[in-house]
């Protein structure tokens, strides 16, 4: 009882000279210590306790690539040493960047180990030094973007750190072959998908509007908003009097409302090409003549990856996967298309027409 008198008074003394200080030398970020003292209304067990634990991560956002590895950092510490060999629980989980519910990844105990769902197989713990607990990720995916959350659970203590995972990869605007405003949610997620890319989140795609994009059609993004970027404004695409910026219609109702959609793709193994043909072909030719090369017709993910990461740049319109025609310019010129690097699209033309075509082929 005495003891615990002595404390109190202690620690008066020890808010005042805090209190004193705060604004000057400990108003530091990310400090749980003296944030519990300002804080200190009954939580005595913090002042008992023999150790103080700390969780933090040294980058608040990693960028990887598809198919990439990936280290998320997050390591614990306590404050003064442990009396005793301590066994924490360590917990990843992550919050997809479509902001559903949060997913478990992975928890450890000791030397215990188990990951979860769509990350069994994918993730470790890297351990390096005692209090690593950074996650390891193998194999990315274009849909594992989002918040990740490094806690840490000892005894009463729980304190938690969170890692951004964003990959680097594109954003592009995606029709339905019978035009504008043709693909409720699902139908936009599954054409994405068909492209080899996937629904494109806000960030992404606030990424591309930064780089450029100006697009005046709405697209579905991950999170289940209908959005449209726009860096020029102009008469169709909400007047001149609006600034520049991404414009959201809100939450659109899943089934019920069409629109476009943006899809997201990264780098990918393998290359795409134009194929070297002496005729023009129409689309079941031009998905012939790949496989008689060894490849198979692109998809439009894939071109746009090219482009992207390969500077993919070919003045010839060609058949792709959906039954489009495009063709990918990286050095602008004379005759083909705009003044800015792009991919430019021809639509989804009648399918007995004569065009090129690009194929897709892992590397050999
Ligand atoms: C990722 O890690 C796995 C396992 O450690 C390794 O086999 C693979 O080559 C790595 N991939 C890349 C792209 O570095
Ligand atoms: C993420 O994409 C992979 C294929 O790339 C798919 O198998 C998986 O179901 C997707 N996960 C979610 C949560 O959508
Ligand atoms: C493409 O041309 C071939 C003949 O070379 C023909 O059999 C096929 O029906 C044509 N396909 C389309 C979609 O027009």
Known sequence: MRICCLQIMLLSVVQLFFSYCSLAAFSVQNNFFYQDIFRAN?????????????????QPSVFAVRGGNTTLPCRFWYERKPSSQREARIKWSWLPASGRHEEDVLVAIGSHIRSFGVFRGRVELRQ??????????????????????????????????????ELQGVVFPYQHPRGRYHLSFL?????????DSTLATFTQLFQSWKEGLNWCNAGWLADGTVQYPITQPRVPCG??????????YGRRHLKLHRYDVFCFSSSIRGKVYYLESSQKMNLTESQRACQEDGAEIA?????YAAWRFAGLDRCDAGWL???SVRYPISRPRRNCGPPEPGVRSFGFPPLQHKHGVYCYKLDD
């Open 128 to 165: 390096d030094f005692p209090g690593d607990a950074a996650l390891v990720m193998t194999d990315l995916q274009l849909n594992d973007t989002g918040r990740y959350r490094c806690e840490v659970v000892d005894g009463l203590e729980d304190k938690s750190a969170t890692v951004h995972l």
């Open 299 to 303: 998809k439009v993910g894939q071109l």
């Open 321 to 323: 996967a959906d039954g």
């Open 187 to 195: 139908g936009a997620q599954q054409v994405c998908e068909e492209q």
């Open 42 to 58: 009954g939580k005595k067990e913090i002042y008992f306790s023999d150790v103080r634990l700390h969780v933090d991560s040294a």
């Open 239 to 248: 007047g001149h009097s609006l600034a520049p910026g991404v414009r959201s």
